[in-house]
């Protein structure tokens, strides 16, 4: 068993970018990086150099004729016509640029490494993954490859017979619902907004039962996500009595981030980290969403800390407030005008109010389906 969590990151993420106009033009990986090894909270004993998956590993999930257009696409710089439209390459979501093939194919080697270390139990945290809408057959919504699907193809191979999948990122996760649709072995837990893109993961979908989705409405507060955790995620995840939990820790239903209208706070994202601890043997916890980059570094340096059993410090001295003001986010009003806050702790204020009577009313249904 691993004595301490491990935290499997590359300097890819630092030197790639989806291009100037796409939502991931961000640094977060890196920023992860800076700040917790900033903070003290990343000694080299507990980093790990992702690799890069094989082609052929990659077969687990995703057919070899995306695989090999995928890797010629970043070969030659472009995509044909005919490309385009059967594999969703060189579209506005998924571009081509530089890294297109190795910054994916790291994620999808990281995560697969991940299962491999926690053979015998223990944490991971990866959060380069998290890449949840990837289909067999084509890119999908930012994602070239299912590192989640993999992971979880991975953590079996190693020996964990049932999985639980827990994902909070603003999105649903339509990839890993292809991926295990009606798979007795893993349950699905996902919960995200309602009425967003990809717009599947209706209240009704049970995947073959193997699936509980529960979309939430805009404003989705602290308050709402604590009831939603101890009400509906730990029972069902008691209940299945799982080998391995992994959790996409999509930092999008944040308030500040400008692909959602959740209103969570980070603090909604700690507590869901905690809770999870010492659910199964095998813990491994994914990045995924999260496109304001102060919130979505301040947010998966928070989770590692908690991985870690390191509390949030109150304020922070010099030298991770630098990493912080040294980010930028152009095009976005809250980039041009940050709050101080954002630079000097690394929680947020808590984000409480009302439990709305129609999440109240999901979580019913799902647990009657249960």
Known sequence: MLQRPLFIGSEIYRSSSYGGAHPLRVPRVSTVMDLSRALGWLPDAQYVTSPR????????????????????????????AAERSQFHLGTHSNPVFGEMFRRPATG???????????AHGGIVHVPGGGTHHGMPD??????????PVLAIKSLQHHGAGRVVYVDIDAHHPDGVEVGFRGDPLVRMISVHEEKRWPFTGALEEAAGGSAFNLPVPRGFNDSEMRMVLHELILPLIEYFAPEAI????????????PLS????????????????????????????GGYNPWSVGRCWTRVWGVLNGF?????????????????????????????EH?????????????????????????????
């Not at 084509?138 to 590192?147: E, Q």
């Not at 969570?264 to 813990?283: D, I, K």
């Not at 808590?350 to 999901?362: D, L």
Request: net charge neutral.
């Open 53 to 80: 998956a094989k082609p052929k590993a990659l077969w687990a999930f995703h057919t070899p004729e995306y695989v090999s257009a995928l890797a010629r696409a970043e070969r030659r710089g472009d995509v044909s």
């Open 108 to 118: 999808a080697g990281g995560v697969m490494l991940a299962g491999e270390l926690l």
């Open 138 to 147: 084509r890119a999908n919504g930012f994602c070239y490859l299912n590192d």
């Open 246 to 257: 992994v959790l996409q820790c999509g930092s999008d239903a944040i308030e500040e981030d």
């Open 261 to 288: 209208r959740l209103s969570l706070s980070n603090n909604a994202h700690v507590e869901v980290v905690h809770a999870l601890m010492g659910l199964a043997p095998r813990l491994l916890v994914l990045g995924g």
């Open 311 to 339: 509390d949030a410090p109150e304020f922070m001295d010099a030298k991770p407030e630098r990493v912080l003001r040294g980010l930028s986010f152009e095009g976005n009003s809250r980039g041009r005008n940050p709050p």
């Open 342 to 370: 954002w630079f000097r702790t690394l929680a947020d204020q808590p984000n409480e109010g009302p439990v709305r009577n129609e999440i109240r009313t999901r979580i019913e249904v799902l647990r009657a389906r249960s």
